[in-house]
């Protein structure tokens, strides 16, 4: 199995930081594994992680009250899941699953956060890349909310 | 060019808007020839005509097959009529696919909503000369599980190993076990050498925006995409300017179009 450091050097989210940091950021990362239908975290519990997924797919859900559980996203091998550790209150928005065994690399948001607490560089890289998640995010949101193929 | 009468041999309903219907030339009898992405405007007598896509395979012309969405007055009258009746067909119309000259070459179709139904005769013909092609992906989105278009087709093509197909929807509930998400994001999950393939995309034009910057993001250029466009028809031979698209009608010079031919017109609104 390739090493975690090994595993964040050829993806593209941590593509251009310094071997250094990637040092830094696999030293708070450990390989997970989830079977079909386990919850990787619940909506509303504390956020201290986020996930590199290398094999399998999760699901983003969220809870539509009368109208059911709604899928709103799947995630999938190579994809970044999770920012809810960045953001206070640190607090999980939504609820994950996995739909297929599924393996990652978790990343743990307190280790994460504490070496950010020393390192401004490594906080604003850090920063940087999520802020580009979530703007990736917002737009596929935003063009399944115009309703395409809708009439 | 005056309708030419079609009786409706076969009528199959595909989701709750839409259905396809097989027709047959009253008068001729050697079937119909058409390439993948031509139209033939669809007449209903005493309501009007509408451009609609052949969706059928363009190596079995015996029948000539439409799917359409029924969203307004032709397309309501067109949902309405039976088994036997008749309808009036005029084309086949308007450029093609560029199926011979994707030859070589892998293939990445992306299709949302209706779109897939102007794509199929493509496809097909790729099936048919699989050997001629790289490697070939067929991603399809549509609004919610229940809106997915010929789901038997998907699912056969799914159960080759030598095609790559996707199906993602905008929103489905607890009961969906595929992919939830737009489908621009399926590109870059799918396999291809972006300097050796030809894309061909058709879907919403909102659609076919991002999807066209997410296939530009995964290396392609403008020449090596081709789109599908839309607007309201009347002659249909390039006559009335009905279907004017800028410098373009789509009716002759389209409706398919090689991505950097309309480029500056798309990204003006309502051309
Ligand atoms: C080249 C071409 C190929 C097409 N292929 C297919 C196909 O395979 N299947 C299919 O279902 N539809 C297809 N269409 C779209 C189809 O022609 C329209 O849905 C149809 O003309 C609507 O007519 P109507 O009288 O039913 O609706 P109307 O009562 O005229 O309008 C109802 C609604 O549809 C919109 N509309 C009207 N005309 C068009 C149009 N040409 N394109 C998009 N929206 C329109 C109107 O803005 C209005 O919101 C194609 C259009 C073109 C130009
Ligand atoms: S529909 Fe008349 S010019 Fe195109």
Redesign the pocket.
């Known amino acids: 199995m390739k090493d975690i450091k090994a595993l964040l050097t050829e993806h593209a989210f941590f593509r251009n930081l310094k071997e250094k940091q990637i040092e830094t950021i696999a030293g708070c990362g450990k390989n997970v594994h989830f079977s079909k239908g386990d919850v990787v975290f619940r909506q509303g519990e504390e956020a201290n992680a986020f996930y590199i997924v290398k094999k399998g797919a999760v699901s983003i859900e969220v809870d539509g009250a009368e109208r059911g559980t709604i899928i709103i996203q799947t995630v999938e091998a190579g994809d970044i899941l999770g920012w809810s550790w960045l953001i206070p209150p640190h607090e999980w928005r939504f609820t994950a699953n996995a739909v297929e065994e599924t393996s990652a690399v978790a990343l743990d948001g307190r280790c994460l956060r504490g070496k950010c607490g020393g390192d401004d560089a490594l906080a604003h890289t850090l920063l940087e890349k999520f802020a580009g998640v979530l703007a990736q995010r917002l737009e596929k949101t935003r063009m399944q909310l115009l309703d395409v193929y809708g009439k | 060019m005056i309708p030419q009468q079609f009786r409706i041999q076969k009528l199959k309903s595909e989701t709750y808007d839409t259905f396809t219907m097989e027709l047959v030339s009253e008068k001729k009898k050697d079937g119909f020839s058409f390439l993948p992405g031509q ?1 033939n405007m669809l007449y209903v007598f005493g309501v ?1 005509e ?4 052949i ?1 059928g395979d363009p190596t079995k012309q015996e029948n000539l097959m ?4 029924d ?6 009258a067109l949902r309405k009529l039976e088994e036997g009746d008749s309808v009036g067909v005029r084309g086949p119309f ?1 450029s093609a696919w560029p199926v011979e000259a994707a030859e070589g070459k892998d293939v990445v179709i992306v299709t949302g909503g ?1 779109g897939l ?2 794509l199929r005769p493509a496809f097909y013909h790729i099936l048919a000369n699989r050997k001629k092609y790289g490697k070939v992906a067929i991603l399809y989105g549509a609004r919610t599980p229940e809106d997915i278009l010929y789901p038997e087709d998907l699912q056969e093509w799914r159960s080759k190993f030598d095609l790559q197909v996707r199906v993602t929807v905008d929103r489905a509930g607890k009961d969906w076990h595929g992919t939830v998400g737009v489908v621009p994001s399926l590109i870059s999950k799918v396999r291809f050498d972006p300097k050796n393939t030809l894309a061909m995309v058709c879907g919403p034009e909102i659609m076919m925006r991002f999807t066209v910057q997410e296939l530009e993001k995964c290396g392609l250029m403008t020449e090596q995409i081709y789109v599908s466009m ?4 009347k002659c249909a031979i390039g006559f009335c300017g009905h279907c004017q698209y800028g410098p373009k009608f ?1 009716c002759k010079d389209g ?1 398919v179009f090689r991505f950097d031919e309309i480029e500056e017109l798309f990204a003006v609104r309502e051309v």
């Open positions: 139209f009007g509408v451009p609609i896509s969706s439409h799917t359409i969405r969203v307004g007055s032709v397309t309501g308007g209706i139904a102007p839309e607007r309201n028809m789509i409706p």
